[in-house]
């Protein structure tokens, strides 16, 4: 805990972290790839080769990253998958070569070492190659999946860290395939033998170099098939990069297709679709067939390929070497050494091959992951914070002007407002009219563009994070529940609250009574998004959270205008002892919640066209007044 | 995709009870199953597979003899070679040999897969074809305990899974078994002690190998469920970031996920270290009895029991069986998996869908009649019943606003008209005649349902409005004519499409469909746009009124558009609805404003039917429901012209809220 605690919270404010790519980032004017930059270009597909190169070297460097502290592990093992390699790659040699040229005629002169030496020294190698690789296989997991843990970590640490307007923009639904799919990919590649790809290539060195060394010609040989080898690889990569992709959409069209017509089964009986949905459905499972059928035949003719290149190296060193130890050139023994490896050589070829499809995934996960980490957040805690130990909750705009974006239009016109502390500030307008902007200001989602905004006098983008989450609380319309109980709900603002605090905070909300109705009281389980207790109930812990982290300034964003009547009534009560002595700025919804301000702000537009206190305002008779009365005419009807 | 009624009506805790008690016995009725009589079961399938399999196994059993006969050439010309008089032509025999059989080995491999992947993936396919099609006739209570990804791992993972052991595991565990054994024949014909030890390495990586793939499998599936706790913290994270970020709790968040990405971070280790166990015994072992088998073998020849090429001969051997011999623990590991594959695609297709069309339909003239009978309804597993005993008459072309607290059984009254569920008592009838006694298409052809949770599919604008229209329209089929609509002179007509999608999209008030990227032909959906929940809403509506039904069922189909927009869809609904007989859901006052009556549902059944005026004077538990919540300020404010704004004097307003000069 305490580690994360020291990291997440350095992180957080100065971008000190390991992995975090956003740092290297060049000025946008020196640099060449902005328009890649981040998760910017995640959508194209085509790329010349000099961005191909930028962002290969980008998810480089983030696996160079990644891998810090487990780097000394990498080493060993890859020393190890040699040593483990080279001994396995040796043993045909020492079984034809070593034992039968050369221990044979010793042992009928009556040498006994010819007998001992070739059987300890493949002992030697079958329990090198065997216990390394043990070794490096366990190696191999801990150092991966130390990596992905790191870059889960990461991820996820750099998506809490990204401001709203990033979320807003990029969506819920891809900041989490970022995080789970993609790191899956790799997951998959780590998991289904990337250390047999490894060991698999070393292999097929060694096996090579032997070869080479016994036998020069034969190493000619080999080198013969190596030729259309590679333009065998190169057709296959080249055509299963397609027919890999082409699976992928066809399999995918399908799935949406069934999850489709399965979630939505009512609608497609009640409109009779049942059989032109299977129709279609059968339609999309042939394709898929087709694709399929197509992908697995191009490695039906990459196998047989390989094998027969294989088989025809084989032979042709069978009958050079075959003529060479006709000619003394060359052992019997080690012919049948060389044949052997021969015939070995080009197996995990196969094995490549099937990996190739789980490591181009997994490097077009890389890809969308290293560029999500490249993301800046916008709000971001300078480096000498100023600190704030108490807080009387005394807020001042000053000059204060907002907008999304530098081009973008002004979306708080420039603003001065001063809220003494403990005032309860009720802000009305029409949609869109920028309540929100000053609660996003608030609970700093964003910072001002200029002017000023402060908190008891410290300018809030120079204020403490932690001081800033202490001393400033905000309700949402959506209260968000996760899952576990309702006590570490109400908790989840307070980590170190008592129980007794926990109950005293929904007591003093009015949670109390129907969290005790609850199956398990308090330690009810909310389930997936709190789905068994109702909005308004859920709101009410809401409440209870914010009252148990007593800020001195509480923010209300629409927090009971998604409730319906009898909800409403249900926490309006707990809503004012929730107020209590607080600065609060309520972004107002019903008249009877803003019937409990002290002070109403009518704004429109981005700007300030009402203020005072309701009274005062209704007696004014301007855009307020109107409002109140039209709300008290739909109250009495 | 439940009605927003059964969560709150059925108590979940029996309904759980029950589903895992059937669950349990599915899977008994599976174990009990051997794996002949379940292959059996699925012999309709198979039947193009068959002769192709046969032949796919000879040319497989060929390959594996041919790779066989190289080690026995090898160890022919070691001895052949060795003699004084060996000349030239023991090389080119050998050569010859080798080099014809390399060439038939990568033929016979490549016949293999040429012989039984077509006919596997075709059996793959017709399954799952047939699985969909077995699903999307199932009720919506078979659905509602169904979850979708369950359904769908089984349409693809299981079936994948089934043709990888057809088109492989199948084939290759019965040649790599005569592989072996012919192989370990030619060790024992060359030396019986020799092909003794090699054997004695051979048992146990045969024998260990389902053992560890089930430890292996059992790792790989705990890491699998952990994952997916994983993704369940990232969801919430992602979701709940505004929480998260109000309280400065992201440390905390982080650390729990940091906790299970942990545990996932160990089960993996735990995997990989059963796999490098496994793997270390399968090159140890082996290779030490090599080892001793050098050690014997150099003896023996030395005492010329065997010759030098025999010996070769046994170690070429050792080599080409090492494949198999691994493999066929693998295979073995696989033919379970297959099994669980094939219970768990016979455990859905065995269950008969409970809607369906009767023997022998009747049919009535349609004139959008509805008449409830002492309806009863209860939930699957639910304790106790829903709906009790309701009776309602619906004339033709009236339209009927149903009401009820929520959860109170509306919607699943709505549902049970269309016979998306059936009534467990008492009838529905349509047009004089009892739902069940209709064919499905017959029924379904006279009503159309807007769902409050409108479900719209992956396709463009104009399929997914015209879908309920007769004519649907998809790319592959324009204009394709639907069977399954006997009432061809109420449904309208190709021509009139166009007109019958305008006038709908008008009515529902969707015509922001025109400003989409390609307009009506806007591919919306997982692959194509997404749109609001609004938005959604009113295609839903859109689309139901586009059937042109004789009856029609709205559920609440207003209740994510805004106080402006419903005024606008309501007015012009209300001249829409002009003889179509309309059943709505309603929970506001404003719904209600279209229905000519309302019936109010309360504790499953019908307490009273009347107008708004009537039942809200009349009953205090109607008034109680529809009391009218109080406008929002900003809708309030929405609906205030902004001239009003500019208007007021904002007398409150002190000087320095004014825009400033630049």
């Not at chain 1, 409403?568 to 008249?591: C, D, F, P, S």
Request: charged residues 20%.
């Amino acid at each position: 805990m305490s580690e994360q605690t020291s990291n997440g919270r350095a992180t957080a404010g100065d971008d000190t972290a390991a992995l975090d790519l956003s740092k290297m980032t060049p000025p946008p004017e020196q640099d060449d790839f902005a328009h890649l930059r981040g998760t910017a270009a995640e959508e194209d597909v085509t790329f010349d080769k000099e961005e191909r190169k930028f962002i290969r070297r980008r998810s480089l460097a983030l696996l160079w990253k990644a891998s810090a502290g487990v780097r000394g592990k990498l080493l060993l093992t890859a020393i190890a998958v040699i040593v483990s390699q080279a001994a396995q790659a040796a043993t045909p040699f020492i079984a034809g070569g070593l034992a039968i040229d050369w221990g044979l005629p010793r042992l009928i002169d009556g040498d006994a070492t010819g007998l001992w030496v070739p059987a300890a020294l493949y002992l030697i190698c079958a329990v090198t190659a065997g216990s390394l690789l043990y070794w490096y296989t366990r190696m191999t997991a801990e150092a991966s999946q130390t990596m992905l843990y790191t870059l889960r970590d990461e991820v996820f640490r750099k998506t809490q860290a990204l401001s709203l307007d990033f979320h807003e923009d990029y969506t819920s639904g891809k900041v989490i395939s970022r995080q789970t799919s993609d790191l899956e990919a790799l997951r998959e590649l780590l998991d289904g033998g990337i250390n047999q790809l490894v060991q698999g290539i070393m292999f097929m060195l060694f096996t090579t170099v032997y070869i080479w060394i016994s036998d020069i010609r034969s190493g000619l040989v080999l080198l013969c098939a190596v030729i259309p080898i590679y333009f065998l690889g190169r057709w296959y990569q080249k055509n299963a990069e397609v027919a890999y992709r082409r699976t992928r959409i066809s399999s995918a069209r399908m799935i949406v297709h069934f999850v489709e017509s399965m979630t939505g089964i009512r609608a497609v009986q009640a409109y009779r679709r049942e059989d032109a949905r299977s129709r279609q459905y059968r339609k999309l499972a042939k394709i898929y067939r087709d694709d399929m059928v197509r992908s697995i035949g191009l490695f039906g003719v990459l196998q047989p390929s390989l094998m027969l290149i294989g088989n025809l190296s084989v032979a042709a060193v069978l009958l050079w070497g075959g003529y060479r130890v006709l000619e003394g050139d060359l052992g019997a023994g080690l012919l049948l050494g060389i044949v052997l490896s021969t015939k070995r050589v080009f197996q995990p070829l196969d094995m490549i091959a099937m990996f190739y499809n789980s490591l181009q995934s997994a490097t077009a996960a890389l890809e969308k992951v290293s560029g999500l980490l490249e993301e800046t957040p916008n709000v971001r805690q300078v480096k000498d914070p100023r600190r704030l130990p108490d807080c009387a909750g005394e807020i001042e705009f000053r000059d204060a002007e907002f907008k999304y974006s530098a081009d973008g239009p002004v979306v708080m016109q420039k603003l001065d407002l001063h809220i003494p502390a403990g005032q309860t500030l009720a802000v009305v307008g029409r949609t869109g009219a920028g309540k929100s902007t000053l609660v996003k200001l608030l609970a700093r989602f964003y910072d001002v563009t200029s002017g000023s905004l402060t908190l008891d006098g410290v300018e809030l983008r120079e204020l403490a994070e932690d001081d800033h989450h202490r001393h400033v609380a905000m309700v949402t319309q959506e209260a968000f529940l996760f899952s576990g109980s309702i006590r570490e709900n109400i908790a989840l603002s307070q980590p170190d609250a008592t129980d007794d605090q926990v109950i005293e905070a929904a007591k003093a909300v009015g949670a109390h009574e129907f969290i005790m109705s609850l199956p398990e009281g308090y330690d009810t389980d909310v389930n997936k998004r709190g789905g068994r207790i109702s909005a308004g109930q859920r709101q009410l812990v809401s409440f209870a959270r914010a009252f148990l982290a007593d800020p001195a300034v509480l923010i209300l964003d629409e927090a009971t205008s998604s409730l319906d009547l009898p909800s409403e009534q249900l926490v309006q009560q707990g809503l004012e002892r929730l107020l209590g002595n607080r600065t609060a700025l309520i972004i107002a919804h019903r008249l009877s919640t803003v019937a409990i301000a002290d002070r109403v702000l009518v704004i429109d537009e981005g700007r300030v066209v009402e203020d005072g206190s309701p009274e005062d305002l209704i007696a004014a008779g301007g855009y307020f007044s109107k409002l109140h009365s039209a709300w008290s005419a739909t109250m009495g009807s | 995709m439940q009605p927003s009624d059964q969560k709150s009506s059925a108590d979940t805790t029996p309904q759980r009870g029950a589903q895992e008690r059937a669950a349990q016995e599915r899977v008994e009725s599976g174990q009990r199953r051997t794996l002949i009589q379940a292959l059996a079961r699925l012999t309709p399938y198979l039947e193009g597979l068959k002769l192709r399999w046969f032949f796919g196994m000879l040319a497989a059993i060929g390959a594996g003899v041919i790779a066989l006969s190289v080690p026995v050439v090898l160890g022919g010309l070691v001895d052949d070679i060795a003699t004084v008089d060996a000349t030239a032509a023991v090389v080119w025999t050998a050569f010859g040999i080798v080099l014809g059989l390399g060439v038939l080995e990568a033929f016979f491999v490549f016949l293999r897969r040429f012989f039984v992947i077509p006919p596997a993936s075709d059996a793959e396919t017709n399954m799952r074809v047939s699985l969909f099609s077995r699903l999307i006739h199932q009720s919506a209570s078979f659905h509602g305990a169904w979850e979708a990804g369950q359904l769908q791992s089984r349409a693809i993972a299981d079936l994948n899974m089934l043709r990888r052991f057809f088109a492989f595991g199948s084939l290759m565990l019965v040649t790599s078994s005569i592989t072996v054994l012919v192989g370990i024949g030619v060790m024992f014909s060359w030396s019986p002690i020799l092909g003794a030890l090699f054997l004695c390495a051979a048992v146990p990586v045969i024998a260990l190998g389902p053992a560890f793939r089930k430890k292996f499998i059992h790792y790989s599936r705990s890491a699998q469920d952990q994952a997916g706790e994983v993704a369940t913290k990232v969801e919430e994270s992602v979701h709940g970031i505004r929480v998260l970020k109000a309280f400065g709790r992201g440390d905390w968040a982080r650390s729990s996920f940091k906790e299970e990405a942990a545990t996932l971070r160990d089960l993996e280790v735990s995997k990989m270290r059963t796999l490098a166990k496994f793997q270390m015994f399968m090159v140890l072992l082996p290779e030490t009895v090599l080892a001793l088998c050098i050690f014997t073998g150099l003896y023996l020849a030395s005492q010329g029991d065997i010759t030098p090429g025999s010996l070769a001969g046994f170690f070429a051997m050792a080599v080409v069986l090492k494949q198999p011999i691994e493999g066929i623990g693998m295979l073995i590991g696989m033919v379970f998996m297959a099994k669980t594959s094939i219970d768990r695609h016979i455990d859905v297709m065995d269950i008969e869908p409970n809607v369906v069309s009767p023997e022998e339909p009747t049919t009535s003239a349609e004139r959008g009649l509805v008449e409830l009978e002492n309806v009863h309804f209860r939930y699957p597993d639910a304790s106790e019943d829903l709906i009790k005993g309701a009776t309602l008459r619906i004339e033709p072309g009236e339209t009927m606003a149903l009401v009820s607290a929520t959860g109170g059984g509306t919607s699943t009254l709505l549902n049970l008209v269309p016979r998306l569920y059936d009534v467990t008592g008492g009838r529905v009838l349509v047009d004089g005649v009892d739902v069940r006694e209709y064919s499905l298409p017959d029924l379904r052809s006279r009503i159309a349902v807007a769902f409050e949770d409108p479900t719209l599919f992956s396709t463009t604008v104009k399929s997914n409005v015209l879908l309920g229209t007769g004519h649907h329209r998809n790319d592959d089929n324009p204009g394709e004519g639907d069977p399954s609509h006997p009432h061809r002179d109420k449904a309208p007509r190709l021509d009139q499409l166009d007109e019958v999608l305008t006038e709908a999209l008008h009515t529902a008030d969707a015509e922001f469909v025109h400003d989409l990227p390609a307009g009506l032909d806007t591919r919306i959906g997982e692959e194509g746009m997404s749109l609001s929940g609004g938005q959604r809403q009113r295609l839903a509506l859109a689309r139901a009124i586009a059937a042109k039904p004789s009856v029609l069922l709205l559920d609440d189909p207003l209740s994510a558009l805004d106080v402006r927009t419903e005024e606008r869809v309501t007015d012009r609904l209300r001249e829409v609805l002009k003889g179509t007989t309309t059943l709505i859901v309603a929970h506001r006052p404003s719904t209600v404003a279209m229905a000519d009556r309302v019936a109010l549902l309360h504790e499953g059944t019908v307490v009273d039917v009347g107008t708004h005026t009537e039942l809200l004077a009349r009953s205090s538990t109607y008034a109680g429901i529809m009391r009218p919540a109080p406008p929002s300020g900003e809708e309030l404010m929405d609906a205030i012209p902004a001239a009003h704004v500019d208007d007021a004097a904002a007398p409150g307003a002190p000087a320095d809220f004014q825009e400033v000069q630049p």
